[in-house]
């Protein structure tokens, strides 16, 4: 008897499992971001040294025709003199782009070898020390006089010393970085313990110029770079799709950082003001269904400082139903006292 009650029950719940996975999600997954086109990927490739992660982030996620407004922001951001008809950092960068591919190509383009990437950040070095494999020191190009306290060396393998006199991110002399030839292909690696990110060449101004929260910012994370890198707008949102019985619906969730909105300071408050949208788009990117919420909140200084130092983010969720046609899931956040429109794009996955 104990036998066929167990069974019994073991039959139930089979029944019961069925019933949940008939009339429920019976499938989900993650809608996926659209992939990168020929020129977007090129556009990557040439910014690679100096581009921040944040901004890589933004660019792979959002719709393909926002991508020319994003590629004139960086580039604006990175402008010395916005006054002047020309961008002179983008002029540098890509100048010594062009230089690095020819005057280091071993096998790959220069670019991709570190003396080409040091060159690209750094630019020319005030002297280069040249030793050959077995030899000592002699000067190079008409730079000025080597150290002395390489002459005489003997060299195991060629080695190449950049040193810069005046590089603004090292204060305890001049810079001297060690590149060598372990293999005698000409492929020189550097062997010099040095941080090298994207701020390496970085231009100090950066949109928008919200001194306030840039400083608490600062104050925060106590450190310059990351109080850059957090005044870039961005946010985080993802979506899922599930069978709900004979139809597909769309769960969407957006989290945006405190740390990454403007705020428009009212008597001893900051008030940060936002539109947050969903669209659902055919395979023709026409809007099918739409779905939009107001958000804005008043906030003490001892509040916005606690959010950003914990990390708090604002959420939404939508459940959208998904039409047999839809084919895109168009997510838009627009942070008003930025007067910045910020999109991301998801591809619908049968």
């Given at each position: 008897m104990k036998l066929n009650w167990g069974l019994s029950w073991f039959s139930v719940a089979i029944l019961l499992v069925w019933m949940v996975l008939a009339f429920s999600c019976v499938s989900s997954q993650q809608p996926q971001k659209v992939k990168l086109d020929p020129v977007s990927e090129q556009f990557l490739d040439n910014v690679s040294f100096i581009i921040l992660p944040v901004e890589e982030k933004i660019f792979r996620e959002m719709p393909p025709e926002d991508r020319g407004?994003?590629?004139?922001?960086?580039?604006?951001?990175?402008?010395?003199?916005?006054?002047?008809?020309?961008n002179e950092y983008r002029q540098t960068y890509y100048t010594r782009l062009a230089i690095a591919d020819r005057?280091?190509?071993?096998?790959?383009?220069?670019?991709?070898?570190d003396r080409g990437r040091i060159y690209i950040l750094f630019g020319p070095p005030t002297n280069v020390i040249t030793k050959s494999m077995g030899d000592v020191?002699?000067?190079?190009?008409?730079?000025?006089?080597?150290?002395p306290l390489e002459s005489g060396t003997i060299?195991?393998?060629?080695?190449?010393?950049?040193?810069?006199?005046n590089y603004p991110e090292y204060f305890a002399g001049p810079l001297r970085l060690v590149f060598v030839d372990y293999y005698g292909t000409g492929d020189?690696?550097?062997?010099?313990?040095?941080?090298?990110?994207?701020?390496?060449?970085?231009?100090?101004?950066?949109d928008?110029?919200?001194?306030?929260?840039?400083?608490?910012?600062?104050?925060i994370a106590?450190?310059?770079?990351?109080?850059?890198?957090?005044?870039?707008f961005d946010y985080n949102a993802t979506a899922v799709t599930s069978l709900l019985g004979e139809g597909l619906v769309a769960q969407v969730k957006v989290d945006i950082p405190f740390a990454r909105l403007d705020f428009r300071q009212e008597g001893e408050n900051y008030t940060y003001d936002l539109l947050l949208s969903v669209e659902i788009r055919d395979g023709q990117k026409n809007i099918i269904t739409h779905q939009a919420e107001e958000i804005g909140n008043s906030l003490s200084l001892e509040l916005l400082?606690?959010?950003?130092?914990?990390q708090v983010n604002i959420h939404r969720e939508w459940t959208l139903d998904l039409p047999p046609q839809s084919f895109y899931i168009y997510i838009s956040v627009t942070d008003k006292v930025r007067g910045k429109r910020l999109r991301k794009l998801l591809k619908v996955t049968s």
């Amino acid at each position: 008897m104990k036998l066929n009650w167990g069974l019994s029950w073991f039959s139930v719940a089979i029944l019961l499992v069925w019933m949940v996975l008939a009339f429920s999600c019976v499938s989900s997954q993650q809608p996926q971001k659209v992939k990168l086109d020929p020129v977007s990927e090129q556009f990557l490739d040439n910014v690679s040294f100096i581009i921040l992660p944040v901004e890589e982030k933004i660019f792979r996620e959002m719709p393909p025709e926002d991508r020319g407004e994003f590629i004139r922001d960086f580039w604006a951001r990175r402008d010395p003199d916005p006054s002047t008809p020309g961008n002179e950092y983008r002029q540098t960068y890509y100048t010594r782009l062009a230089i690095a591919d020819r005057a280091f190509k071993v096998g790959k383009p220069g670019r991709k070898t570190d003396r080409g990437r040091i060159y690209i950040l750094f630019g020319p070095p005030t002297n280069v020390i040249t030793k050959s494999m077995g030899d000592v020191p002699y000067e190079q190009r008409g730079f000025v006089k080597a150290n002395p306290l390489e002459s005489g060396t003997i060299t195991e393998r060629a080695t190449e010393i950049w040193i810069y006199d005046n590089y603004p991110e090292y204060f305890a002399g001049p810079l001297r970085l060690v590149f060598v030839d372990y293999y005698g292909t000409g492929d020189y690696r550097l062997e010099t313990k040095l941080e090298i990110t994207p701020f390496s060449m970085v231009a100090p101004e950066w949109d928008p110029p919200n001194l306030a929260k840039y400083q608490w910012v600062g104050e925060i994370a106590q450190d310059e770079k990351t109080a850059a890198d957090l005044s870039i707008f961005d946010y985080n949102a993802t979506a899922v799709t599930s069978l709900l019985g004979e139809g597909l619906v769309a769960q969407v969730k957006v989290d945006i950082p405190f740390a990454r909105l403007d705020f428009r300071q009212e008597g001893e408050n900051y008030t940060y003001d936002l539109l947050l949208s969903v669209e659902i788009r055919d395979g023709q990117k026409n809007i099918i269904t739409h779905q939009a919420e107001e958000i804005g909140n008043s906030l003490s200084l001892e509040l916005l400082k606690s959010n950003i130092s914990n990390q708090v983010n604002i959420h939404r969720e939508w459940t959208l139903d998904l039409p047999p046609q839809s084919f895109y899931i168009y997510i838009s956040v627009t942070d008003k006292v930025r007067g910045k429109r910020l999109r991301k794009l998801l591809k619908v996955t049968s």
